[in-house]
Nanobody
Framework: VQLVESGGGLVQAGGSLRLSCAAS????????MEWNRQAPGKQRELVAS???????NYGDSVKGRFTISRDNAKNTMYLQMNSLKPEDTAVYSC?????????????WGQGTQVTVSS
């Protein structure tokens, strides 16, 4: 499974961005997909996750502002980010947990920068 993120950029506080994560390869084997982020000098944190059945989970810092979704027909996951804050500035990466020959594996995208100016 290969993943490519897009949609990052520079936005003012209070604005919105939508990130996309396009999957290719053995996409039928994908179980859960996640968005994570890492700001300079900070640990990577989970932003949101979504299962193949559509169940979602969010980090406390983004609840009520971010929405994760998944279009299985397009093999693409999205992260709609509203009411952005400067503290949301980070590199956002998507990953997918999938099954390969009976083993669980995880693939990561290259990441996309999100910068929120005050």
């Amino acid at each position: 499974v290969q993943l490519v993120e897009s949609g990052g950029g520079l936005v003012q506080a209070g604005g919105s961005l939508r990130l996309s994560c396009a999957a290719s390869g053995s996409t039928f084997s994908i179980l859960t997909m996640e968005w994570n982020r890492q700001a300079p000098g900070k640990q990577r944190e989970l932003v949101a996750s979504i299962t193949s059945a559509g169940s979602t989970n969010y980090g406390d810092s983004v609840k009520g502002r971010f929405t994760i979704s998944r279009d299985n027909a397009k093999n693409t996951m999205y992260l709609q980010m509203n009411s952005l804050k400067p503290e949301d500035t980070a590199v956002y990466s998507c990953n997918a947990r999938y099954v390969d020959s009976g083993n669980y594996r995880r693939s990561w995208g290259q990441g996309t920068q999100v910068t929120v100016s005050s």
